[in-house]
């Protein structure tokens, strides 16, 4: 296993302006997937996001309520997908491509989604990211119906699983609002400082 994490100051990624989403989940995956290269026809990719790019949505929203010129590129960029498929090209990767919405626990939600993956024998190995944003007034509103809590400052973290790992289980003290530092990412970012041998 391999983890590795990137904040807002993540270099930009050619397609992808106005938001620090895209260019986060892609240096966390570069990380990983240049630290161990493996076969792309035989690894998945899965992504969790309560918010998902808020930040280009609204952006997006704010233009058309406005009456301006819509932009394309910012409805590409809003799906959580269009990072992962910049990714696959880049590095050969056909397995299955996955976004999840989770609220509470996307730690064990990416887990229990590698479990099953890696149940099909065409598959060595699974990267999980999670990946959110600060957010907006919009989210803000948002995480309070929720009960939860965006991280302080932007984050997102990839862990690559291959076959053969142990599945490892996320922290059982997570509470069931996460807040603080960060977020609904808490969970795996502790999962992740634990692969590396550090503390969050």
């Known amino acids: 296993m391999i983890a590795a994490m990137s904040g807002p100051s993540a270099p930009p990624v050619a397609g992808f302006v106005e938001s620090a989403f895209n260019p986060m989940v892609y240096q966390a995956v570069e990380r990983c997937l240049t630290a161990r290269p493996g076969d792309g026809s035989r690894t998945a990719m899965v992504l969790a996001s309560t918010m998902g790019d808020a930040a280009t949505l609204d952006l997006g929203s704010r233009l058309l309520v406005a009456g301006q010129v819509h932009n394309p590129l910012l409805f590409m960029q809003s799906t959580a997908n269009a990072v992962l498929g910049q990714l696959s090209r880049e590095f050969a990767i056909t397995g299955p491509l996955l976004c999840l919405s989770t609220v509470a ?3 064990g939600e990416l887990l229990a989604a590698a479990e099953l993956l890696l149940e099909d024998g065409e598959l060595d190995r699974v990267v999980l990211i999670g990946v959110e944003l600060t957010g907006s007034e919009r989210t803000t509103a948002a995480y309070r119906e929720l009960r939860t809590g965006p991280p302080a400052a932007d984050l997102a973290v990839a862990i690559v699983l291959d ?7 996320p922290p059982s003290d997570i509470p069931p609002a996460p807040s603080g530092e960060y977020g609904t990412l808490r969970g795996l970012v502790e999962l992740a400082a634990r692969i590396q041998g550090t503390t969050p």
Not at 163 to 169: A, E, H, L, N, S
Request: no cysteine; charged share 40%.
């Open 105 to 107: 626990d996307p730690a």
């Open 163 to 169: 076959r053969g790992d142990p599945v490892p289980r």
